[in-house]
Structures are given as structure tokens and as C-alpha cells.
């Protein structure tokens, strides 16, 4: 390969190619990126039950069917604490949106016996417990009608075991101050200093038995965090945020994929009732099957994004919901201005909650909501996978010419152009499409070159695209069979390396095209390894930080994202063409030339590389294995990584590397150093 930085064609490179896509799917939001650690907390319903935490069994790959839904209201993750009973109770609401509250009794000959009484929740298949200050929050309402309370009494909040018992650490709260007729906000810190040796705790919550004998409290929107990510409040799991900003990923996609739809329109991703206090909240059924808090809402994402450094790429409702879960067929809004109005005043609203000065109305909201500051809305997707509606044309144009009135300066995006629709959308220029695929090793690898003349061959000059959802879910099969029921043997659980060299190579496709794609993200991302419905994502974990498991295809997309220059430079090859080995190269300036090479052959290659210009060292960075199908799992989360690989100049004159041996099977980024 020669290298052109000198006489070769350059192109600035997409700034922000590499990106993430969030949805809650797999409980990656409620249960994942969430720093919420309690489960149900509001009684709306939850996936999780007592029972003991699922033991990870072996290194043998289980496929989980979706589990029951436990949609609430329901106890669901709660149990008592000694001599009490717990039911739901709806005559003390907390609030319009939270209108179950728990009710604990307490019986008299509670005090009988010196053990504490109360409530106690397993939080999302555990809780990990580690030396810090985790923050505790309930709404509690003494019952005078049924006891007079008794206010010299206290509430003990701990973190315990669910094995032996043990108590890491505990804060006593006085009821001093309650409100005994009414509702009254309780929060409380735990100071922790011990590690659990596994995160099978709960958090309990509990009275001393005989102060408290004979009372009844209701209980509502019960709350554990920990240290959240850059220390926001109501933020992200900090680990698991951790993993995603050592990514480094350029832009955001939210809230969806199909949870911004609904099983109905009345059931989609209503944007206003995601922000605000969290008693004001609504939760809502999402689309995978288990309820969403909304505690990740409209103002999180927004503060994920700034708290990342990331483009936002919203995704809007744009009139169609997915039919599902027995609630009947898909709907979609119809093809006229006037049905179509509540949808596009809808957007509007939700952009000038985002952007608006503060003397707006919904400005003015965010700013009570503790964020004065406009957010920027960098790119606006008009729905998703629309393609599966009737009158997206419709609806499409009718949304974009509305929003592009108002912020002209935002990069729209439609999520449907030419596929199974029976129809073409008129995408204007400047606006994106969205693609998106799920389909197995070799898709990916013809796919190498698609990008290369479609604007052209497609008329679509001034249209660039936004590869929006992709990942290898099935190994390649002689029929090419693309079902996601497919047997295990087909369908993939975890990416494997084929998977990231395939996803490789269509990526340096992108890399090669960059006036044309311009974002790219993998779906889905996150994976809860005690309830998920869509396999594989890139990162998988549960409750224990320690579980977490990085797969081939995120380190893939780190490494692709670590190594970019500034502008594509070509390459040329007098041997021949692509395939066993894909390439694509870029420059940083004058200091940096990465060049990209993957092999998607068992048999290594050997492969000459010069550049036109003189460089000092070269630093390498190789993914390979010998196995194409090895993946990262809990017990071998490291099997396949990034390893340093060492190679000198072997051409001075030349300034080249003579023979290398590209392994088979391998993904590999060199840095020359000029
Ligand atoms: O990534 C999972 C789902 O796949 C997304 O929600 C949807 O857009 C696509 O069909």
C-alpha cells in the first residue's frame, strides 16, 4: 500500500462518526445507565422478583425468552421486614402520576419482639455496594386515622446482605419533623466504608417495633443512588458511563428506536412527561416489554450529552406507533395538515423545552428545572424506521418544512428512503437518511463499497446519511436466512470477532466516504444479563460492576474512534484490489498518519506499506484471534482486547514497513508518527 499524503485526493473527515445509540431495550436504561438502584420504586411495575439473584452460570450461553411482564401497579421487588404486611393502597396518592402508594402495616404485637419491622427492596437484581455516600429518598405518610403517630420514633435505612444478614452500613432518621398529615420528602445519606463481597444486598427500610407497634405508613417514589456520573443529580450509573465516555462517542441518538413510539399512540414517548420532579413523572409501558420510570427523561438525556461532550441527535414522535403487545394494530397519524398539527406543535415544544430562552414558556420550564442554560439541538430524526408506516412522505415533509421554520439551522434526518415501503421519500437537500441494518458477517463485508457512489447513482447529491442502527446478529448461513427467531446456533448473543471485522469493514467503508456518512452507531447498546430481548449489544452487565463485559465490537469502535485524523487521504495499491484485506487511512495534520487494516481471512497476508511522507516510529494496535467466533463473556471478559503490536521501519528509504504479516483474522490501526 502507498500512502498519499502528498500527492493524494484528501477529505475532511466526518467529525462525529462515531456515536452512540440509546433506547431503554434490555433494561439498559431502568436497571443499566440509570443510577437508580431501586426497583419499582413507584409501584408501576418491574421485571424483577424475589428469589435469589440469578447465579451466572458457567460460560454456557443461555438465550433468555422475555420474561413475564410485571406491569403494575404491583409489589413487585419488595418484601417485609419481620412481623409486617405490605399491599398497594390508592387512597393516599402521592400524586396524580403516582396515585399507588405502598401501604406498611404494623401490628400491635410488633412489640413482642425486639427485631426491627419495616420494607426492604432487592433493587435491579442486587445492589452493589461499595465504600461511598449513597443517597436514600422516600415520601412517607403516617395513617392518624388509624393511629396517632407517634413522632419520637425513627426510620433506619440500610444496606444489607441478603445471604447472612450483615449490615454494611446504616443512617437513623428521626420523625421529628414529619408532616403527620400529609405527605413528607425524606432524604438521607448512608456513609459506606466496606466493600460486599457480591452485590446480593437489599436496602432496607425499617422501624423499631415497638415504637412503631400498631402504626401504618404509606410509602412512595422510594430511592437508593450512588455516586452518579460527573456527580449529576438523578444521573447515570457511573460505571457504565465510564465505559461509554472511554468510548468516546461523538453524538447521542434518543430516545429511540421504537420505545419513542409506543404500542399505541397513546403510549408513546410523551417528551413532557419525562421532565420535572420525579412524583410529577409518569411512567409509561415502553416498547420492550417492562415499564419505563421516565427517570432518564428529556432533561438526563440532555444532561448526558453535556455531561459527554456529545451532539444530540434527538429523535422526535412523528405520528406512527408500532402495534403491539395485544394493544391492537400499528397506527399511524393521518396524511393531512390538520391531524398531523398536534404532532408537529408537539416538536416544537419539546425543541423549545431544549433550546428556548428562558421567556419562552417551555424555557422557562428548563430553567425551573434547574437548567437555565439552552441545550443545542444539533440534528432533529423524524421518527423511526418509518418505513414500516404508510404515509411517511407525507408526514416526513410535512414535520420537516414545520421544525425547519423554526430552527433552520438544525440537520434533519428521515428514518425511511427507498426500503420495502413501496415508496421514496423526497429527502430535501442537506437532510440525512437513516439506515439501518441487522444482518450477518458477509452483508457487512460486500457492504465495504456501497457508500462509495450513492449519492450519485441516486441522485441524492446533497443527502448524506446517518447509519443509525447496525450489528452483526447472525453468523452468515448458506440461505442467508434473516430472522431474529432464528435457533442459537444462528443467532448471535454476544459479538464475536467476525462480527467486529465485518462491522469493520463496513465502517472503513464509511471512513472512506466521508462527504457521504456522516454518523454512524451500533444497536442496541446495553444488555442486562438478568432480563434483555435483543441481542447482541456492545457492553453487558448486571447489578456487579465487576460483571461488566466489554465485547469485541465496542473495542472495535474505540479503537476506530481513538485513531482519526482530520482529513482521509488515499491509498493506493499496485497489487490489486480489496479483499482478504480492507484498508482505509487518514492524516492528523502534520503529526499523524493512521492507517486502518483488516484482514477477514483465516490466512495472513503479507502487506507492504510506504508512505509519501518521511515518519519516525509507528505505533500499533491489533485485535486478532484465532477462533473468528470468539466473543468476550462474564468468566472471559478479556478473551479478545486490543494488544499492543510492534512493528519498525523496515524500508528507510522508502519509508516503509517491508512483509508485514497481517494475521489472519485480525483488525489492526497504526499510527505513524511524522
Ligand atoms: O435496536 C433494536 C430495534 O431495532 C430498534 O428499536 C428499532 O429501531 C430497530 O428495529
Not at 438523578?234 to 419513542?260: E, H, S
Request: aromatic share 14%.
Amino acid at each position: 500500500l502507498k500512502i498519499l499524503t502528498k500527492t493524494g485526493t484528501r477529505n475532511a473527515t466526518a467529525p462525529y462518526l462515531y456515536g452512540w445509540m440509546f433506547e431503554d431495550i434490555n433494561h439498559s436504561g431502568d436497571g443499566g445507565l440509570y443510577g437508580e438502584l431501586l426497583t419499582n420504586r413507584a409501584f408501576d411495575g418491574s421485571t424483577v422478583t424475589w428469589g435469589g439473584i440469578p447465579d451466572f452460570v458457567g460460560d454456557s450461553i443461555v438465550y433468555q425468552e422475555n420474561p413475564v411482564q410485571a406491569y403494575g401497579p404491583v409489589l413487585t421487588g419488595y418484601k417485609p421486614v419481620g412481623n409486617t404486611s405490605l399491599r398497594l393502597d390508592n387512597l393516599h396518592p402521592l400524586t396524580h402520576s403516582h396515585s399507588t402508594v405502598l401501604q406498611l402495616d404494623i401490628p400491635t404485637t410488633s412489640n413482642q419482639s425486639t427485631s426491627p419491622v419495616g420494607v426492604e427492596n432487592m433493587g435491579w437484581w442486587g445492589i452493589p455496594v461499595s465504600p461511598q455516600i449513597y443517597n436514600v429518598s422516600f415520601f412517607i405518610y403516617p395513617d392518624q386515622v388509624r393511629n396517632q403517630f407517634n413522632l419520637n420514633t425513627s426510620i433506619t435505612v440500610s444496606l444489607q446482605s441478603n445471604i447472612t444478614g450483615e449490615i454494611w452500613a446504616s443512617t437513623v432518621i428521626p420523625a421529628q419533623s414529619w408532616n403527620v398529615v400529609n405527605w413528607t420528602y425524606v432524604e438521607a445519606q448512608i456513609f459506606n466504608t466496606v466493600s460486599a463481597p457480591d452485590s446480593n444486598n437489599s436496602l432496607a427500610i425499617t422501624f423499631d417495633p415497638i415504637a412503631a407497634s400498631g402504626q401504618t405508613y404509606y410509602f412512595d417514589q422510594i430511592s437508593l443512588f450512588a455516586e452518579t456520573f460527573k456527580g449529576y443529580k438523578n444521573g447515570l450509573r457511573k460505571d457504565l458511563a465510564q465505559n461509554i465516555y472511554d468510548l468516546g462517542p461523538k453524538f447521542l441518538r434518543w430516545p429511540g428506536g421504537n420505545n419513542i413510539e409506543g404500542y399505541s399512540i397513546q403510549r408513546r414517548w410523551k417528551w413532557w412527561e419525562t421532565i420535572g420532579p420525579l412524583e410529577n413523572r409518569w411512567a409509561r409501558p415502553g416498547n420492550w416489554g417492562y415499564y419505563n420510570t421516565n427517570g432518564l427523561g428529556l432533561m438526563e438525556f440532555l444532561e448526558w450529552t453535556e455531561a459527554m461532550e456529545m451532539q444530540n441527535v434527538l429523535a422526535i414522535y412523528s405520528g406512527y406507533s408500532l402495534g403491539d403487545a395485544g394493544e391492537g394494530n400499528a397506527d399511524e397519524f393521518p396524511a393531512t395538515p390538520e391531524a398531523m398539527y398536534p404532532v408537529l406543535k408537539e416538536a416544537l415544544d419539546e425543541l423549545e423545552f431544549c433550546m428556548g430562552s428562558t421567556d419562552t414558556y417551555w424555557g422557562g420550564k428548563r430553567a425551573e428545572y434547574g437548567h437555565p442554560e439552552p441545550f443545542d439541538i444539533q440534528f432533529v430524526e423524524i421518527g423511526n424506521e418509518d418505513f414500516f408506516g404508510q404515509n411517511y412522505p407525507f408526514r416526513f415533509k410535512y414535520l420537516y418544512d414545520g421544525l425547519k421554520a423554526a430552527y433552520p439551522n438544525i440537520t434533519y434526518i428521515s428514518t425511511a428512503y427507498d426500503e420495502n415501503s413501496g415508496y421514496t421519500v423526497d429527502i430535501p437537500p442537506g437532510a440525512m437518511w437513516d439506515t439501518h441494518h441487522y444482518e450477518p458477517p458477509a452483508f457487512f463485508i460486500d457492504a465495504f463499497d456501497f457508500w462509495d457512489n450513492w449519492q450519485e447513482a441516486t441522485n441524492n447529491s446533497d443527502v448524506t446519511v446517518f447509519v443509525g442502527e447496525y450489528s452483526v446478529f447472525q453468523v452468515d448461513t448458506p440461505s442467508e436466512v434473516d430472522d431474529f427467531s432464528d435457533p442459537p446456533s444462528i443467532h448471535i448473543f454476544y459479538p464475536r470477532l467476525i462480527s467486529a471485522i465485518a462491522e469493520g469493514v463496513y465502517l472503513l467503508g464509511a471512513e472512506r466516504n466521508p462527504l457521504v456518512v456522516k454518523l454512524t452507531s451500533y444497536a442496541p447498546s446495553l444488555q442486562n444479563w438478568n432480563w434483555y430481548n435483543w441481542t447482541p449489544n456492545l457492553i453487558a452487565f448486571d447489578a456487579d460492576p465487576m460483571h461488566t463485559v466489554l465485547s469485541v465490537s465496542y473495542y472495535l469502535q474505540k479503537l476506530f474512534n481513538t485513531y482519526r485524523g482530520s482529513e482521509s487521504v488515499q491509498v493506493s495499491n499496485p497489487r490489486g484490489d480489496f479483499g482478504p484485506l480492507y484498508w482505509a487511512s487518514s492524516v492528523d495534520g502534520d503529526k499523524s498518519v493512521f492507517l486502518k487494516v483488516i484482514n477477514v481471512n483465516s490466512t495472513a497476508v503479507p502487506l507492504s506499506v510506504e508512505l509519501e511522507s518521511p515518519w519516525s516510529s509507528v505505533n500499533g494496535t491489533i485485535i486478532t484471534n484465532e477462533d473468528p467466533n470468539g466473543f468476550n463473556y462474564k468468566n472471559n471478559a478479556t478473551a479478545i482486547t486490543p494488544q499492543p503490536l510492534n512493528l519498525t521501519k523496515t524500508r528507510p528509504g522508502r519509508n516503509g514497513i517491508r512483509d508485514w504479516d497481517v494475521p489472519g483474522y485480525s483488525i489492526t490501526v497504526l499510527q505513524f508518527n511524522l
